[in-house]
């Protein structure tokens, strides 16, 4: 007997770039060199605080259950980071602890969105937000970028005709992925007009707010009239590299923010307990450790795009945030005769060892592109692998 299997399964996507992972790994497992630049995992230990009271928090006894919005200290401490690097009156009320900051998509578009609503998302984008808009009974509607001098910008026009089209639900993801982008200030101030004429409900992904390499980082929902129809996805992820710890948060209207705290009870009743003292701890700490990721990730970022910016036919943009580079490889690929990206793929990792993801992993391609696309993440590889790996694929693509 086969137990049958809801219809709404067929509309639920995957994060491929874990295929590739796979894939690269049962290459490995022949024996292989491989260089893993498909997934956005960090290879950099969490801070020490954070471990060490993490530890403490276990052995004092906090291994049971915990108030589903989250530890209230954990909630009060991240409301007062992001009220200053924000500029927004933010409360406890205004935060639900997650587990990771991946269930803040899902749990966003099941409170904002009703089967039939038409939501706008970044596409080549995180996967996660066409599956879930999707498999909730949405209808998606996607916005790409556009290659405008020495950076990536968001397609404007796409946002405006989906709004025409009947879109009242935004998904943002400034200091993007995989194409590492970052808005500019007058992108930013043009798309939070667009939200408050058009009364537009916005998630905003911040999951790399804190990769910046340089200056301050802006959100949407510092603009005027944006704090009120803005809910931001934070993860202690990155910026203090706990992506194995599972732990993220929900930020925005504490009207709204209740009901993902609802879905806490009916998902997972809280966030794993003693974990969030570590948070804490990272929260209130002197941030040196965190700093220092940041500059490891800088140093691998120059490497890698000085090196891809050599082989003839690669172009690579130097983002500002983000490890993500989104390289543009159409000229390669048609000097080496290879039509299809995937096809690509499969060669440099058999003939190099080098593994990365493509653009067919990031939602599904857009009418009418015509350019060619892989993504490179260097959280997970030091620099010296990154400057054998660049002088095999350089070789290789010579």
């Not at 701890?281 to 691998?300: F, H, N, P, Q």
Request: glycine share 10%; proline share 5%; hydrophobic share 40%.
């Amino acid at each position: 007997m086969t137990i049958p299997v809801a219809e709404r399964m067929k509309r639920l996507g995957t994060e491929t770039a874990f295929a590739v992972s796979l894939e690269a790994s049962q290459w490995a497992a022949k024996g292989n060199k491989v260089y893993p630049f498909h997934l956005g995992d960090l290879n950099i230990i969490t801070p020490s605080d954070v471990i060490e009271a993490a530890v403490k928090a276990m052995k004092d006894g906090k291994t049971g259950y915990c108030p589903t919005a989250g530890i209230p200290a954990l909630r009060d401490a991240l409301a007062a980071d992001l009220s200053k690097s924000h500029g927004l009156p933010l409360t406890a009320d205004n935060v639900a602890i997650q587990p990771g900051g991946k269930p803040t998509i899902g749990k966003f578009i099941m409170v904002a969105m009703n089967p039939g609503d038409k939501v706008l998302y970044p596409n080549p984008g995180y996967p996660i937000y066409e599956s879930q808009i999707e498999f909730h009974g949405g209808v998606g509607v996607a916005y790409g970028f556009k290659e405008a001098g020495d950076r990536f910008v968001l397609d404007m026009d796409a946002i405006r005709k989906g709004i025409q089209d009947g879109a009242r639900i935004l998904i943002y993801n400034n200091y993007q992925n995989p194409t590492g982008a970052s808005s500019t200030r007058q992108e930013i101030e043009e798309l939070a007009r667009l939200a408050v004429k058009h009364n537009l409900t916005v998630l905003s992904d911040e999951a790399y707010f804190d990769m910046r390499f340089g200056g301050e980082p802006m959100s949407i929902a510092s603009q005027p009239g944006m704090a009120e129809r803005t809910v931001i996805l934070y993860t202690f992820s990155k910026k203090f590299a706990m992506t194995g710890w599972r732990l993220g948060a929900c930020v925005g209207p504490a009207d709204f923010v209740a009901m993902i705290a609802k879905l806490n009870v009916n998902d997972e009743s809280c966030s794993n307990h003693f974990i969030q003292y570590g948070a804490l701890a990272g929260l209130k700490g002197d941030l040196t450790e965190a700093k220092a990721i940041v500059e490891v990730l800088r140093e691998r970022r120059d490497l890698l795009v000085d090196a891809l910016n050599r082989i003839d036919g690669v172009t690579c943009f130097r983002p500002e945030a983000t490890f993500y580079l989104w390289p543009n490889v159409t000229g390669v690929m048609k000097r080496k005769g290879v039509a299809d990206v995937e096809e690509f793929r499969k060669l440099c990792l058999h003939k190099t060892g080098v593994s990365f993801c493509t653009r067919r992993h990031f939602g599904r391609p857009l009418p009418g592109e015509t350019q060619q696309y892989i993504r490179f993440a260097y959280s997970g590889i030091n620099a010296d692998q990154i400057k054998e790996a660049m002088a095999r694929l350089s070789e290789f693509l010579a």
